[in-house]
């Protein structure tokens, strides 16, 4: 590729320029190449399209807004799935609390401490199957038809939930509901990251996290009023409007691209940025056009290498292991198994009101703190969210943790502070979900390169879910073997080890184009630079810098 293609095919880098400083004045001004006057004119109206290029006004964001929200309609259903356990747990559980009401205790079917740990777990051990195959699978048909296909199978779950008279019947509605959720992960999490614009990505992005946390709250809502088996039904609601919604709105404009369907792409694109003409997208059509371009070029300069080869460069490596640590952080930090034994940790605490409404306000601050996280997260970023929130949690355990401590030994101590766990706990669930519950799943999305984002994200979402299966699955015997203080410290101590983990090792990228934070992890001497320069600045400036008269080059040799 000749200099002069390059130059109307790429972005101008830093790295790019030329590094002869044979010329360089006394005074050390910039130096561009003079150019002709037609060219200038290019240059500035280059400039003035880059500017202009993306309107960030609430009409241009709503149908970003509605494809997410159709998308999510699915992202609920799967969250119903996590919430059910904990509201069927005590009424199938035979050795469970004494206060179960005969309206929620199950009369067809009892399971035993062994049986209610597979219950809690088994759909989390099965996600990661899903994730494996996620990209493999979905990619060859698109985002849109694989999330449409996907709402079948969870209606046959729920009427499985429902219509169960044995463990094997349970398990099995347990286990189809966890593989969908793992197929879900590709077409789900980068369907969002290739529809939305840099300044709204990490909103919408979050808002699929709190999506899955507001799908867990209604059980605990119906779980108060209805037996489990009635809620299930009313569950399958769900994916009869995510099947509907999902009919209405158009596939990736990206995965449309590398599929050479150029003119789709170009009207998914006008649908997208807010039902606007073709002339409105053409900017960004290009950019996307030519970025995948390049990245397909690159993937055929290395079609002899063996095909793990790009899962063993950085970026892959390093953005897998920060968002690996952040889910291990999530899941034993805590709120994992909380969430899932919450009715009985609470009645073992002696909270001042019954495990099921302590359970209801432990869900409605998970949502609250979903929702603060999502409000937030546009000013703040992702890092300042990420280290409040684990320092908070930790903060909490720690509290909770001494509470139980004192307890075993002196309970007239804390006879008067009855208060404190249920505080505490529920502050740390807060705390959690502001950020660290969600934060890998912002970061899947966006900090992969196109051509393994689907597998990669595949590959990244099973590991929370294993994670969170080996949390459950080992409860009782964590319980057994440091008792229930220790286990609340160890909490704590997980989630302070998380704080300076990320502080140290996760970079700032709310807001920057998905190709600078690609570029970002490919380079070695930023491992540890936490803000990530974006491209476009730097070509604008470059731009500015080039047919500013003031910034001409001195040629004036210098003889210092």
Excluded at 52 to 73: D, E, G, R
Excluded at 117 to 146: A, E, Y
Excluded at 238 to 246: D, G, K
Excluded at 451 to 468: E, L, P, T
Aim: proline share 5%; hydrophobic share 45%.
């Amino acid at each position: 590729m000749n200099p002069d293609t390059r130059e109307r095919t790429e972005p101008v880098l830093t790295s790019d320029l030329p590094n002869d400083h044979s010329t360089v004045s006394v005074n050390c001004r910039i130096a561009p190449i003079k150019e002709p006057t037609n060219q200038n004119n290019n240059n500035n109206n280059e400039i003035e399209a880059f500017r202009t290029k993306s309107k960030k006004t609430f009409k241009n964001a709503l149908p970003q807004i509605l494809a997410v929200s159709a998308k999510n309609c699915l992202l609920l259903t799967y969250g119903m799935t996590l919430g059910l356990p904990t509201i069927a747990i005590p009424a199938l559980y035979s050795n469970s609390v004494s206060n179960i009401t005969s309206v929620r205790h199950d009369d067809l079917l009892q399971l035993n401490k062994e049986q209610i740990s597979w219950f809690s777990s088994i759909n989390l051990i099965c996600v990661p199957l899903g994730c494996m195959i996620s990209g493999t699978i979905t990619q060859p048909f698109g985002r849109k038809p694989s999330m449409i296909a996907l709402t079948l199978p969870f209606i046959l779950a729920w009427l499985l939930f429902h219509y169960a008279s044995t463990v094997t019947q349970l398990y099995l509605a347990l286990a189809l509901c966890g593989l969908c959720g793992g197929l879900l992960e590709a077409p789900v999490l980068t369907y969002v990251a290739e529809i939305t614009e840099p300044h709204i990505r990490g909103v919408l992005a979050a808002l699929s996290s709190t999506t899955v946390i507001l799908g867990s709250i209604s059980q605990f809502i119906l779980g108060n009023f209805f037996h489990w088996r009635k809620v299930v039904l009313f569950n399958t609601i769900v994916p009869v409007v995510a099947f509907i919604s999902l009919l209405f709105i158009p596939e990736s404009p990206h995965w449309l691209i590398t599929k050479g369907r150029i003119a789709e792409a170009e009207k998914s694109l006008c649908w997208l940025r807010g039902w606007v003409q073709p002339d409105a997208v053409q900017y960004e059509l290009s950019m996307l056009s030519k970025s995948i371009a390049l990245n397909e070029e690159k993937v055929r300069m290395k079609k002899n290498k063996k095909f793990y080869s790009f899962y063993m460069r950085r970026t892959f490596l390093l953005p897998y292991f920060i968002i690996t640590a952040s889910f291990f952080f999530g899941s034993f930090g805590g709120t994992s198994t909380l969430q899932v034994y919450a009715v009985q940790i609470f009645e073992t605490l002696g909270s001042p009101i019954n495990g099921y409404t302590s359970t209801l306000v432990l869900g409605i601050l998970q949502l609250m703190g979903g929702i603060l996280g999502v409000s937030l997260i546009h000013w703040t970023g992702k890092r300042p969210l990420a280290i409040v929130s684990t320092l908070g949690s930790s903060f909490c355990f720690f509290v909770v943790s001494a509470y139980v401590f004192i307890k075993q030994y002196n309970e007239e101590i804390i006879l008067n502070v009855t208060w404190i766990p249920l505080v505490f706990l529920n502050t740390a669930a807060f705390m959690t979900h502001i950020s660290i519950r969600l934060l890998p799943w912002m970061l899947i999305g966006e900090v992969y390169p196109p051509n393994i984002r689907g597998q990669a994200s595949g590959a990244s979402g099973s590991s929370s879910y294993i994670f969170s299966f080996i949390a459950n699955k080992s409860y009782f015997m964590v319980l057994d073997c440091i008792n229930l203080s220790g286990t609340f410290l160890l909490y704590a101590i997980v989630s302070l080890i998380g704080c300076l983990m990320l502080y140290t090792m996760m970079p700032e990228t709310e807001g920057v184009p998905l190709e600078d934070i690609q570029n970002h992890f490919a380079d070695k001497t930023k491992t540890f630079v936490m803000k990530i320069e974006r491209s476009d600045k730097i070509k604008e400036k470059q731009m500015w810098s080039a047919t500013n008269p003031a910034l001409e080059l001195d040629h004036t040799e210098t003889h210092i």
